[in-house]
């Protein structure tokens, strides 16, 4: 069992930045492949970014290439989203999420474990 707690979120002005944490519960954090997914209203939640348990991939959404950034860290128990030039069509909810296996998928229902998300607005 994996617990997920995000934190970061916020208010931000258009060309901004916000670091989003995700903190797990658990000793097992390692072995898990991380994503970080998102929710607008009235849209279906899509892929973010993720990373690999051994942390040594990263993959990202072709809208956020070049901006956003996947980390972690396996002492901490904790994979972080650092979004810069954020836009307002970066506005949703931020989830993140945790699944087994050997690669990261980008698809949500994939995924095992998922956070309560955490909300972030960027103003224009």
């Known amino acids: 069992q994996v617990q997920l707690v995000e934190s970061g979120g916020g208010l931000v002005q258009a060309g901004g930045s916000l670091r989003l944490s995700c903190a797990a519960s658990?000793?097992?954090?390692?072995?898990?492949?991380m994503g970080w997914f998102r929710q607008a209203p009235g849209k279906e939640r899509e892929f973010v970014a993720g990373i690999r348990w051994s942390g040594g991939s990263t993959y990202y959404a072709d809208s956020v290439k070049g901006r956003f950034t996947i980390s972690r860290e396996n002492a901490k128990n904790t994979v972080y989203l650092q979004m810069n030039m954020l836009k307002p069509e970066d506005t949703a909810v931020y989830y993140c999420?945790?699944?087994?296996?050997?690669?990261?998928?980008?698809?949500?229902?994939?995924?095992?474990?998922w956070g309560q998300g955490t909300q972030v607005t960027v103003s224009s």
């Open positions: 999420a945790a699944r087994g296996g050997s690669y990261v998928s980008t698809t949500d229902k994939s995924y095992n474990y």
């Open positions: 658990g000793r097992t954090f390692s072995r898990y492949n």
